[in-house]
């Protein structure tokens, strides 16, 4: 008596109906996979002898990553850093005494997830700038809606936006990010003289923030200075808790990276 042995059943490609219909779906749902594409695919999966999901993983995962390099590009061009280098490019052997576990900690995002603040403090030259650029840099990868803008320019929007009117929708333009970084706050004392409402413009930003989403301060004047620097005293302390209220705290010293390497390059430390 023979015995008849069984066979794997081989994987057909589906019928010609089926096929377009598929490419059809595809086309809808806006997934940009081609006719070559899915033909190549279903042949891989027929002489490997892949599984329905590993078949749906392959024809999906290389659009899928695509997409998201186009989005995180499109975070990273909004984000309008004046200059996005990645944290690995920044020289740590020359000041050792930044924080280097600290700062490289920030760039896992977890106080973004966390909606918590960031507070760098120190003089210039140090390398605030640079750093909190590649920390939002990073916050980008992980496809994260970041902002950068200097404290004069934010100050400067809010007060064309509270002469024509339109403060409060700035403001909830300001609220949406997941992390907004204001660079240089403190870094010119006539920003202060300029506008009259200085104080209260900046604690409006501050306030639609607080414990909704995470704000990443860079100021080169401590804390105890904030008071004499908005000339108001109660509306000082109001923003200050609403800053530091569970944040994380990063006071750089050392040496200044702009002084080594000469007036006659970028100040991009």
Known sequence: MKRHSKK?????????????????????????VTADQLDET????????????????RLLADQAGLR?????ERLIKDARFREALPLSTF??????EIPRLKIEALAQGDFIRRKQNVVFVGQSGLGKSRLIQSIGLAA????????????????????????????????????????LIIDEFGFDRTERAVCSEAASLWYKIIDARSQRCSTALVTNIDFESWAAYLGDAPLAMAMLDRVVDGATIV???GKSYRVHRGSDEPTDQ
């Open 8 to 32: 794997n059943p081989k994987t057909n490609p589906p019928t010609p109906n089926l096929r377009d219909q598929i490419l059809a779906d595809f086309t809808t749902l806006r997934v940009p």
């Open 42 to 57: 279903l042949k891989q999966a027929q002489d490997a002898g892949w599984s329905h999901l590993e078949f749906l993983h």
């Open 140 to 179: 980008c990868m992980l496809e994260q809606h970041v902002r950068y803008i200097t404290s004069g320019e934010l100050l400067e929007d809010l007060t064309a936006a509270l002469a024509d009117q339109t403060i409060h929708d700035r403001v909830r333009f300001y609220a949406k990010f997941s992390l």
């Open 68 to 72: 998201r390099q186009r989005r995180i």
């Open 91 to 96: 020289d740590w052997n020359f000041n050792p």
């Open 251 to 253: 006071k750089l010293k």
